[in-house]
């Protein structure tokens, strides 16, 4: 799931990417979350970041994460071979995100780690 979902009270939203992962043949970025309008107020989001086993142990072969807000990066990140930072797996990081925006989780990738699983987790709150 990448949409939207409101819930019923009507000032929280969420969406889940679920697990997403790729073959031999994918590309350098994969889409995890496309929000193409996050509603008419403004909202405190948090995002989680997670992602599975190393498929490789080769250095610079590390997971990493882009968010897009209206098409301008505002986060690039990808940990340095052998920890978990800057990617922190789990951990939730929140951002001020203005009203009628695009959001976009993107993950990056590296040509030994298509396979590995990832995803990521978004809560929303409207101000």
Known sequence: MSSQILLSGGDKWYS??????GDVSAPATIPM???DNTGLRDSVVQFQPYYGKRVSGGGGQNLGYQIKLDGVIIINSQSIYGTDD???NGSWQSLMI????KLEVISLNTSGNNTQIRGCNITGYYL
Not at 16 to 21: M, N, P
């Open 16 to 21: 889940y990417s679920g697990e997403v992962f």
């Open 98 to 101: 203005p009203r009628n925006s």
């Open 86 to 88: 800057p990617v922190t």
């Open 33 to 35: 979350i496309t929000i």
